[in-house]
């Protein structure tokens, strides 16, 4: 489950290896976007946790690592860690 507001989560997140994932507001809910793959967040167990669904049938769990000003520096997916681009 998300602890922060929608704010402190939108962004671009990159790995050099995967490429870039993002994360916008949409009608007050959170969608991540992975190449041509997009999905809605939804509350997932653990603190700092979302489920996506990029790939019909098969969930995956986004874990953001939120900084000292509040908002997530990075996302963990599929073991691999994507950073924040600074804006």
């Not at 939108?10 to 507001?25: A, D, F, H, L």
């Not at 041509?36 to 979302?50: D, G, M, R, W």
């Given at each position: 489950?998300?602890?922060h507001?929608?704010?402190?989560?939108?962004?671009?997140?990159?790995?050099?290896?995967?490429?870039?994932?993002?994360?916008?507001?949409?009608?007050s809910?959170?969608?991540a976007?992975?190449?041509?793959?997009?999905?809605?967040?939804?509350?997932?167990?653990?603190?700092?946790?979302?489920?996506?669904?990029?790939?019909?049938?098969?969930?995956?769990?986004?874990?953001?690592?939120?900084?000292?000003?509040?908002?997530?520096?990075?996302?963990?997916?599929?073991?691999?860690?994507?950073?924040?681009?600074?804006q």
């Amino acid at each position: 489950m998300l602890q922060h507001p929608n704010s402190a989560y939108v962004g671009s997140y990159e790995n050099p290896m995967w490429g870039t994932i993002v994360i916008q507001e949409e009608n007050s809910r959170l969608t991540a976007s992975f190449a041509q793959l997009k999905s809605v967040l939804e509350a997932y167990t653990e603190p700092e946790t979302a489920r996506v669904e990029l790939v019909p049938g098969s969930g995956e769990v986004l874990r953001f690592q939120i900084g000292s000003d509040g908002t997530a520096e990075t996302l963990r997916f599929s073991d691999e860690v994507f950073w924040r681009v600074p804006q």
